[in-house]
């Protein structure tokens, strides 16, 4: 049983049924509803409850403005919040329930707000929770209640089962809307030979025209000449929420959001990125309600919202209608509902009407109080009746007596409102006009093009020629200027809303007040009286307004309560509306899932994953891996199911110093820098000089920012007089790519020289430990590594199992260690070949954590203090700096601070009681006194010490030089623990270098 459902009308599937479910009731509807309609054709008034009052709200429009009628649409993993009612489209199986009501919808025990509404205006929660303290505890406290009673839906938990898609799209013109003016702009534009992408919100190409009982012809020959194009491409069910700068615009296709469960394979949501030469709004303008007391209650809608249930979805919303309006679009739809069935009475606030409104409400039977306004309503949870006023003057004001109507709907129509969002957007404030009462654009973007009613059309006629038009124009910006031809508008009587309209803030009853309950912004709540107090307070700002009251906040973002509210800024300023101006407009236009704007980048899809030339060998050897920046390295390989990383990596690194094992590098970034002036430019970038640096020989480098701190540092061999291979860390890779490629670009473009990033032309093995040289002797064969060939920070080529290779001598481990660099196709075979030829000499693989405690160990620097906040004073690496040559950072590193002696600086630092460890992180504080502040330093890498036995770490302390073999406090705050250190130097192993040497 739908007891507001017509036998007869409206566009939906009258021979198919099937059952949705709302609050746990089952509801009946038809293939074409929304759920809105649905909820009106079964009588459901209640919907929901107001976000600060919980008064009753019901279904107040029919479109994306909806400001009250939200729900929580599905259950489970698929659940979504703050879903609008009017644009989810019915489909079988539907599950929705309103978002607030305890312990339900229809009695709320939270209405006993409403009770002390006096007591919380506009900045209540600013002055009651926040204002009076010293910090935000209580206020943190009383969120949590204060959220869970304002209703505003709960947000999955669990993982978004659904899948969803990113799309790049090129165009010629894009059309966003596709009512009268943007299905007439997209065929001009599209038989000029440009290329179209028609985008629509709606499930149903027409706009307003859906909503009328007239024009189908037109709209039948126009949407399948439209369609018919091979050049236009037609995405319905796709908003355009946001234009950004050089013409791109977001989109989001609702591919399968009209059903529970997507087909396999199909995304629910498709996000659009379309780059578009020029552009058509056709968005359409929104009706304004008018404000007076009670108009939020369940049953006060919007006129063309009671036009559209009843032409488009074939629901009447009500028995007996009353039409309040201030403007002539009403009038049609007066006609319509009363030949449906309805009593129908219009109020309106103007006096003067035209002759041929009145005849045509007479005919239809229907009766017009014509300079009266509704200045109350009745009613507890619907409306019931309306006292109506005459109208004194133009400023909303009213004079007794005063008369009652009975009904039982509300319609509203204030006037329209152009929706420029988009335009907006794009960095642009609207103009008012005096005359359309409402805001337009200047025209003043030559690539977006304005069309229809947000460009100020008054009727569909009107509409249909400036879409037009604008399609040709938009075609021609984008070089098509072929014969577009003629286009007739739809035969059909149409009222238009501007001729005579009024536009006031709020009605007045006869004492001269505004009702209490005169809400501007449904959503949220706000009064007159709320914009009254943000005036008295000092917030004249339309800006400061907006977020002092909540006024546009909401969901809906003001799509309905904007005008209104300027408007009543402006009265009480004193100035008109074009002085008072709009809010800045930002997107999205409407809700965006965050799963259509991630897409696939999710999990281990966020960003590829880099992975070695060896990748496959350590998998298949049971490695444990992490990620190190983009790329999946081994941790560690553990030799037995129960063995833990620390047990792993300390096995490992014991292992390292006292045999040899391999470890995959081949993620360190890779540079190739060429040119007769590439030395000059490493001794630019460089801090070190290496125009000195003779051919087969390698020097490690530190690069710092323009600011003097340090940046990156490595490795880098001279292969020729003008050819070096520079090594940076793998985190920096990228960086300092992007750095070298900036400066030849800009600072040194007078160098000759070439940069080329190598990193994934190469595999790298390093080979450490005593027994390093032997095994690379027995793998290479001819090739002489003795340590007279090839001393410390050299390299030789030789070949691995033919395959021709560069082994540089170098370490980081502070043990006898080379790097091989292969070309990355044999990297994975000449792994393999050195741990063949390895297995006499006892080679075994080694993971970053053993690694990074090697390096730990020996007191080399790396990511944890090349964090961008060091110096090479701070990290004792001031040696480097040469003072015989300029190079980027050398004078901003001579500031005053930077060379402040109580700087922290590297020092190592060794636990007392050896058992226990050191938290990264944690801060350092001397051994007595408080532990308060920022403390004197912080601990930057931290590991066990297989070859001294205990906890060591490397840190950054205040004057640190000065206080070895001081006693320390290291605090982690947040584990609650503290650890008494030792200040030692940086360098634990082998201080003289006698390993790495051999």
Request: with cysteine; net charge neutral; proline share 6%.
């Amino acid at each position: 049983m739908q007891p507001n459902r017509l036998a007869v009308g409206g566009r939906i599937d009258r021979g198919t049924t099937f059952s949705i479910r709302f609050n746990d009731r089952d509801i009946v509807a038809h293939p074409g509803d929304t759920l809105a309609s649905a909820l009106l054709a079964n009588g459901v008034k209640i919907v929901g409850r107001s976000f600060k009052y919980h008064r009753p709200r019901g279904v107040f429009s029919a479109g994306v403005e909806e400001p009250n009628a939200l729900v929580q649409l599905r259950e489970g993993a698929r659940t979504e919040p703050n879903s609008r009612a009017t644009t989810v489209e019915a489909y079988p199986g539907l599950v929705a329930r309103s978002q607030s009501g305890w312990p339900s919808v229809d009695t709320d025990l939270g209405a006993i707000v409403g009770a002390f509404a006096r007591f919380m205006p506009a900045g209540f929660y600013y002055k009651t929770f926040i204002g009076p303290f010293r910090n935000t505890r209580w206020w943190m406290f009383c969120e949590h209640f204060i959220r869970r009673a304002a209703g505003t839906g709960i947000a999955p938990a669990a993982p978004d089962p659904d899948t969803y898609e990113k799309v790049n799209a090129f165009c010629d013109v894009l059309v966003v809307g596709a009512g009268p003016a943007g299905l007439s702009a997209a065929l001009a534009a599209a038989r000029a030979g440009a290329r179209v992408i028609l985008a629509e919100q709606d499930r149903d190409l027409g706009g307003s025209l859906l909503d009328q009982t007239v024009g189908d012809t037109w709209l039948r020959a126009t949407v399948d000449e439209v369609a018919s194009l091979p050049n236009v491409r037609i995405l319905t069910r796709t908003t355009t929420f946001g234009a950004f700068d050089g013409d791109v615009y977001g989109l989001v296709e609702r591919a399968w959001d009209h059903v529970d469960v997507p087909p396999p394979h199909q995304p629910r949501q498709r996000y659009w990125v379309v780059r578009a030469r020029s552009a058509v709004m056709a968005t359409g303008a929104i009706e304004r309600p008018l404000v007076f007391g009670g108009n939020d209650l369940p049953g006060v809608m919007s006129a063309s919202a009671l036009r559209a249930y009843l032409n488009r979805y074939g629901v009447l919303c009500g028995r007996k209608i009353v039409l309040f309006t201030a403007n002539d679009s009403v009038y049609a739809t007066a006609g319509e509902l009363a030949r449906a069935g309805a009593a129908v009475t219009i109020v309106d606030m103007r006096s003067d009407l035209p002759e041929e409104l009145r005849s045509r409400t007479a005919a239809a039977k229907v009766d017009v109080l014509a300079g009266f306004a509704v200045v109350n309503t009745h009613g507890g949870k619907a409306v019931t009746a309306v006292t109506v006023a005459a109208v004194s003057g133009r400023e909303g004001g009213t004079k007794g007596p005063v008369r009652r109507i009975d009904c039982d709907v509300v319609g509203v129509s204030g006037g329209f409102t152009p929706t420029l969002h988009l335009w907006s957007q794009r960095g642009r404030k609207p103009r008012f006009d005096t005359d359309k009462l409402a805001f337009l654009p200047d025209g003043s973007i030559p690539t977006l093009v304005c069309a229809g009613a947000c460009a100020g059309a008054d009727t569909i006629t009107d509409a249909v020629s400036s879409g037009f038009a604008a399609g040709a124009k938009a075609a021609a910006a984008a070089d098509f200027v072929g014969d577009a031809g003629a286009l007739a508008p739809p035969k059909l009587a149409d009222d238009g809303w501007q001729r005579g309209a009024m536009l006031i803030s709020a009605v007045r009853a006869p004492d001269g007040e505004i009702p209490a309950k005169s809400f501007f912004d449904l959503q949220h709540d706000v009064k007159s009286t709320d914009i009254e107090l943000a005036h008295r307070e000092g917030y004249v700002s339309v800006e400061h307004l907006k977020r002092y009251t909540t006024n546009g906040m909401a969901t809906d973002q003001g799509k309905t309560s904007n005008v209104n509210a300027l408007a009543r800024l402006a009265e009480l300023r004193g100035s008109p509306i074009p002085a008072v101006g709009t809010t800045t407009f930002r997107p999205p236009y409407t809700p965006v899932a965050f799963g259509a704007i991630v897409g696939h980048e999710i999990g281990r899809h966020f960003r590829p994953t880099r992975l070695s030339p060896i990748h496959g060998w350590h998998a298949a050897r049971g490695a444990a891996f992490i990620d190190a920046g983009s790329w999946s390295r081994p941790r560690y390989y553990p030799v037995s199911p129960g063995e833990d990383v620390q047990a792993g990596y300390i096995r490992e690194a014991r292992h390292v110093r006292a045999a040899v094992g391999l470890v995959d590098v081949s993620p360190l970034g890779k540079i190739a820098v060429q040119g007769p002036d590439a030395a000059e430019f490493l001794d630019r970038v460089y801090t070190n000089m290496f125009s000195t640096l003779k051919v087969g020989r390698l020097r490690y480098g530190v690069m710092l920012r323009d600011d003097g701190f340090v940046f990156d540092d490595g490795t880098t061999a001279r292969l020729s007089e003008t050819e070096f291979f520079m090594s940076t860390t793998t985190v920096n890779a990228g960086k300092v790519m992007a750095r070298l490629e900036f400066l030849l670009q800009t600072a040194w473009s007078d160098l000759k020289v070439q940069v080329t990033s190598v990193s994934d032309q190469w595999a790298t093995i390093a080979v450490a430990g005593p027994k390093s040289r032997t095994l690379l002797q027995a793998t290479c064969g001819a090739a002489d590594l003795s340590a007279q060939a090839l001393p410390n920070m050299a390299f030789a080529c030789a070949a691995i199992d033919g395959v021709p290779v560069r082994i540089h001598r170098m370490s980081y481990s502070g043990e006898l260690a080379f790097e091989v660099y292969i070309p990355a196709r044999y990297g994975h075979s000449a792994w393999a070949e050195l741990m063949r030829v390895g297995e006499p000499f006892g080679v075994a693989p080694y993971g970053t954590e053993a690694m990074g405690a090697l390096r730990i160990e020996k007191g080399h620097v790396a990511g944890g203090e090349l964090d961008g906040r060091t110096t090479l004073k701070d990290l004792a690496l001031e040696r480097f700096a040469s003072t015989k040559k300029s190079f980027a950072g050398c004078v901003l590193r001579k500031r005053p601070v930077l060379e402040d002696p109580t700087r922290p600086s590297l020092v190592g630092l060794m636990t007392i009681d050896k058992t226990v460890s050191i938290k990264a992180g944690s801060l350092l504080f001397p051994a007595t006194g408080d532990i308060a502040g920022h403390g004197d330093g912080h601990v930057t890498s931290t590991t066990f010490s297989p070859t001294l036995g205990g906890h060591i770490a490397l840190g950054l302390l205040a004057r640190g030089p000065a206080r070895l073999g001081e006693t320390i406090r290291c605090v982690d705050f947040l584990g609650g623990t503290t650890v008494n250190c030792v200040v030692t130097a940086p360098c634990f192993v082998d201080p003289e270098g006698v390993r790495q040497n051999a």
